[in-house]
């Protein structure tokens, strides 16, 4: 594979058509993915959830959405001690 094995080896028994998709594959891609089909599986051979595969490096704790006030609030407190040091210690 041109891109790597690594989304092969992701992918493996999968559904792979959105990853497929998303890196916006050229008409040749297109033509040699055809030419190259080898076949379909059988729906009784078909992986039936799509969590048969999930990664083991997945966190059970949920993240956090949105945007919080500790999300902007910890960068501008960072900035304003690094301006008064700078003003400390240059001015």
Known sequence: HPGGEEVLLEKGGQDATE?????????????LM??????????ADRV???NAFAPQWSND?????GNTW???LTPLLLGVAATILYRYLFA
């Open 19 to 31: 990853p497929f998709e998303d890196v916006s594959h050229s008409s040749d891609a297109r033509s």
């Open 34 to 43: 055809k030419k190259y089909k080898i076949g379909e599986l059988v729906e």
């Open 48 to 50: 039936q959830s799509k």
């Open 61 to 65: 704790q949920p993240q956090e959405q």
């Open 70 to 72: 500790t999300s902007w």
